[in-house]
């Protein structure tokens, strides 16, 4: 709305409420003459006509709930005219008609407040459970209960005369009860947090709706006096209703009521219904109160058996999620675990079970080169086809990460058959990739007496499987280090030695399995690059000039490129790359430093370095290893990162000496190292 528009509002908005301060001031203050005429016409119909441009213009200004605008507005003007037609056709005669054409006019304010109020209602709503809309028809059960109790049995007992005098003097208690329904249903179900626009609507309408009730009670029983505190409240309420207009500007927040079952609503509309009962046993009511009051009792137990629906599929959806893998659908580890403990209860050697667990080779490549919503697409994929592959046969899981397993009956003619047509599952190839799987199985309970150890020795046998297909995974390389090793025959073992060393280290350090295939691969990669470096200044006798060694020092860039070309091995490139950086900032190509390293790079560097101290080159003899464990502790803290120095000088005197290696600290970070 614009913000001229917007003042000229609030302008008129601040006038009206302070005639309406002032007109009900008049009302308990005593006055007399033009000043009482200026109040209960001008001002009072002044008000009015206010209240009836205030909603008109919101319902031209603004397309925003339009149609529920124009039908409050159709609602307010209706009353307006028949507030203008009693004054000009009865004000001034001694009797008027009842009914008159002015009735139709009031009872018209009615169907239209209520078309105006649902289709707000309903833009403020959204996600409405069966539960809550029981809890709006029942508040408004209750609340016509009490009304009919009170309003509608002293119009009945003091009603006569002609059938259209009986028809018309109800039908206004029954348009208010209704309408105060509506309101308190409304308030009900957004649980008593409507927002502004709606919530001043709301008051203007309950105040509407109580006015006309307490004037027809008064009336009834004689009481009431006109030109009193009470006529106040009609003009208060079509005024809100013109505020309420200009505080709709989309600003409420929509009301999502999943997952609220509530009882408040109920438990008090219950207790509302069974007073009236009790009261009617005492002092009978009329018909219509004490059906009403019944129908609040069936719509409390209808909410009661709603909410314990709701909360059996709730508890039901709960422990379905708990025991669910939400991106695959597929059993997760709890499922597993349960499963495998009613087959070990069960299995037998005559009718054995099967476990077996699969983990994906090529994933992780796959992960870093793609991005992490597409590995989570594969894994999907994955999980789909296993479980199609194996549907009626056995249950399918995944435990987390990559790793996938499969559980049931070890019939004889299908186990081969079953762990062929799961390996085919987790299997995808495209362009720049290609991933399979690796596995472990174990019959139950020949090799395992319980569902702990089984999971245990299917996991070992599955690593042992992985370890026997490591070294064929850098195929794409494998030409091109034969070609290397074919030009430096030393090169073969020196990579062995340093891919042995580096790999007891990483394991020492407590690296996991993902991150020891990484530093494995970079270790066996490290040197690939000098394949672009000349022979004249690999084997030359003397020490290199400035020219050859900035030369030399672009080997593990190009190293970079060539064992990046294949997008599963771009982190392992970037180990390759910082394999010469030294811990004091002082190495090649980035000059990194401390732990801005990787640290497969630095286990590497600190291996590497071991094994040419201990090897003997053109340019200086082999050092003892002595010697070179030395060095390694001299330079550690300068060139070395004093973590990986620890435990690579306590694996070799170990080895010197024959005894296993001391296990090394175990930091979270280092266990939790994840290649980068």
């Not at 049995?153 to 003097?169: C, E, K, Q, R």
């Not at 069960?346 to 992780?364: M, N, Q």
Request: a negative charge; aromatic letters at 8%.
């Amino acid at each position: 709305m614009r913000s001229e528009l917007r003042r000229g509002v609030l302008v008129i908005e601040a006038a009206a409420v302070l005639a309406l301060g002032a007109f009900a001031v008049h009302t308990v203050v005593p006055d007399g003459g033009s000043v009482a005429h200026f109040f209960d016409y001008r001002l009072y119909y002044g008000l009015i006509v206010v209240a009836a441009a205030l909603t008109i213009g919101r319902a031209v200004a603004s397309p925003l709930h339009r149609g529920a605008w124009i039908a409050l507005a159709v609602a307010v003007s209706s009353y307006a005219t028949a507030e203008f037609l009693w004054l000009f056709l009865y004000s001034s005669a001694d009797s008027a008609p009842y009914p008159s054409v002015t009735d139709v006019f009031y009872l018209g304010f009615y169907p239209a407040s209520y078309i105006g109020l649902i289709l707000l209602l309903r833009a403020r709503l959204r996600s409405l459970t069966p539960g809550v809309w029981v809890d709006g028809v029942t508040a408004a059960l209750a609340v016509a209960a009490i009304a009919s109790a009170v309003v509608v049995g002293v119009v009945l007992d003091t009603t006569a005369g002609p059938a259209s005098v009986v028809a018309t003097n109800l039908a206004y208690p029954l348009g208010d009860m209704v309408l105060l329904s509506l309101v308190v249903g409304g308030f009900a179900v957004t649980r008593w947090h409507p927002g502004r626009a709606w919530a001043l609507l709301g008051a203007s309408l309950a105040i509407s709706a109580l006015a006309d009730s307490t004037y027809l009670y008064m009336t009834a029983t004689g009481s009431y006096h006109e030109g009193g505190l009470l006529d106040a409240a009609w003009p208060t309420g079509l005024l809100l209703i013109g505020i309420a207009a200009w505080r709709d500007d989309g600003r409420d927040r929509v009301v999502d009521m999943r997952g609220k079952p509530l009882l408040t609503v109920p438990t008090a509309c219950a207790l509302v219904a069974v007073t009236l009962l009790v009261v009617d046993h005492f002092h009978r009511l009329n018909l219509p109160a004490v059906v009403l009051a019944t129908l609040t009792i069936a719509g409390v137990l209808t909410r009661l058996a709603l909410t314990f629906r709701e909360n059996r599929n709730l508890l039901r959806l709960t422990t379905d999620e708990a025991v669910t893998d939400a991106l695959t659908g597929l059993g997760n580890r709890r499922r597993l675990m349960s499963d495998l403990d009613a087959a070990m209860e069960v299995a037998t050697s005559e009718e054995p079970w099967l476990l077996a667990i699969f983990d994906l080779d090529g994933f992780k490549g796959y992960n870093d080169a793609f991005g992490h919503p597409a590995g989570d697409a594969l894994l999907a994929r994955l999980g789909e086809k296993m479980a199609k592959a194996t549907a009626g046969h056995g249950r399918c899981y995944r435990l987390g990460g990559d790793e996938f397993c499969l559980l049931t009956q070890a019939d004889a003619t299908l186990v081969s058959r079953l762990l062929d047509e799961s390996l085919a599952a987790l299997c995808e190839h495209g362009e720049g990739f290609s991933v399979t799987s690796s596995f472990g199985a174990v019959l139950l309970p020949e090799h395992a007496s319980e569902g702990i150890g089984a999971l245990r020795e299917a996991d070992e046998r599955l690593y042992v499987q992985k370890r026997g297909k490591r070294s064929t995974r850098d195929e794409p390389h494998e030409v091109l280090l034969q070609a290397l090793y074919e030009r430096e025959p030393d090169l073969h073992t020196h990579a062995h030695g340093v891919t042995e060393l580096a790999v007891a280290v990483g394991e020492a350090l407590g690296l996991k399995e993902a991150a020891l295939d990484e530093l494995h691969r970079a270790a066996m990669l490290h040197d690939i690059g000098k394949i672009a470096v000349p022979d004249q200044i690999l084997h030359k006798p003397g020490a290199l000039g400035e020219a050859e060694w900035a030369f030399v020092r672009k080997h593990t860039v190009v190293g970079e490129r060539i064992v990046s070309a294949s997008p599963a091995l771009r982190r392992v490139g970037r180990i390759v790359r910082s394999s010469h950086e030294r811990w004091d900032g002082s190495g090649y190509p980035d000059r990194l430093r401390g732990e801005e390293i990787p640290l497969a790079s630095r286990i590497v560097f600190a291996c590497d370095a071991f094994s040419a101290m201990t090897t003997r080159r053109p340019y200086h003899d082999a050092m003892s290893v002595d010697e070179a464990l030395a060095e390694l502790v001299r330079c550690s803290g300068s060139q070395f990162d004093p973590d990986v120095v620890a435990p690579l000088v306590r694996i070799v005197r170990a080895e010197l000496s024959g005894t296993p290696a001391p296990a090394g600290p175990r930091s979270e970070t280092r266990a939790s190292f994840s290649g980068g």
